[in-house]
């Protein structure tokens, strides 16, 4: 084990650069429109009476009533949709880090760095870490709420089984939860993958 400043990083023999698999992120969306998705948001505005209170007023007209609503749900709708590119970036990094586990396999350098545990193991985490070491562009994305959202989902649900507060609030404390709480499994947790020694691509995938 190799330590600079407060990190552990493990020692991989020689001074090869290491080519991974690329990172494939799947860009292209595969739910509906976004008029169905505010659509059903609508219904959760409904629902859950997110706008009681106008519904009470004399003085708001039914125009007024119907604005908040339609904003509400244009909210609540692109608060979805972010979950799910979260979910489709965590995803992809799943994916990836299997292709790389055949990749460390493989090569007689790497093998011994990847327990033979069932996957998908804590210690994988250090492939997320080696990601956000490598700085790749995201756009926005927060790879660990990705990935703790793709170990919690193993498909993202349609909008009508969040509630308005889990798409608000609660989204992002459950996937750092999930996420933090995989990699506090993985023993040798504080070692990371040297990322001067891997290079890999990110394509986008449309």
Known sequence: MQI???RTYVEIPGEKT??????????????????EVVDLAAGIVDDEDMVPHLAADDWAPDSALE???????LNLAEHYLKLVGHWRWGDSVLEWIRQCEITFGSEAALRNLLRPDLWPHAGRASFVTLLED????THGVVLEN???LRLTFRQP??????SNQFLIYLNSTVAETAYQTWAALNRDRSA???PERFHFQVLSMV
């Open 192 to 194: 990371s993958l040297p």
């Open 67 to 73: 604005k908040r609503k339609f904003d509400l749900a």
């Open 4 to 6: 600079i400043g407060n």
């Open 157 to 162: 649900p349609p909008i009508s089984c969040f």
């Open 134 to 137: 490598k700085s790749i562009p």
């Open 18 to 35: 290491h080519e991974l698999p690329p990172l494939l992120v799947r860009s292209a969306p595969e739910i509906a429109p976004l008029d």
């Open 146 to 148: 990705a990935v703790g």
